[in-house]
């Protein structure tokens, strides 16, 4: 959504495929998707140094989502079992990634801004 329209060079965007999004299954896999991506670009971008120079350009975003969470939310409901181990996995993660993007820059400026729709 935000690559489209945007300046050749300027967004670059990753996404599991369509048939990830099966909502008769448990949709925890797809935070976690989101969260070992993140974590392997930064481990690469130590042995790559055209990825370490793009991460380390300024007014860099980083937009993740979600939608594991939500799915659960919708299919199980707020306060079903599933969708409290999402909860967990979520937050686990959110701590994880963090951490791994605290540790890479390690200048103690990195902005962090959740937001949820519910």
Excluded: C
């Amino acid at each position: 959504m935000f690559s489209e329209g945007a300046v050749p060079g300027r967004v670059d965007t990753d996404q599991y495929p369509p048939e990830f999004e099966d909502y008769t299954m448990d949709a925890t896999m797809l935070d976690i998707w989101v969260f070992d991506k993140v974590k392997a670009m930064f481990k690469e971008a130590k042995t790559n140094a055209t990825l370490d120079r793009m991460l380390r350009q300024d007014q860099n975003v980083l937009f993740l989502h979600l939608l594991g969470l939500d799915t659960t939310g919708h299919s199980y409901r707020p306060y079903s079992k599933e969708y409290m181990h999402n909860i967990k996995v979520v937050d686990k993660g959110i701590e994880e990634i963090t951490k791994v993007i605290d540790d890479f820059y390690a200048d103690d400026q990195t902005a962090f801004v959740f937001t949820a729709d519910h």
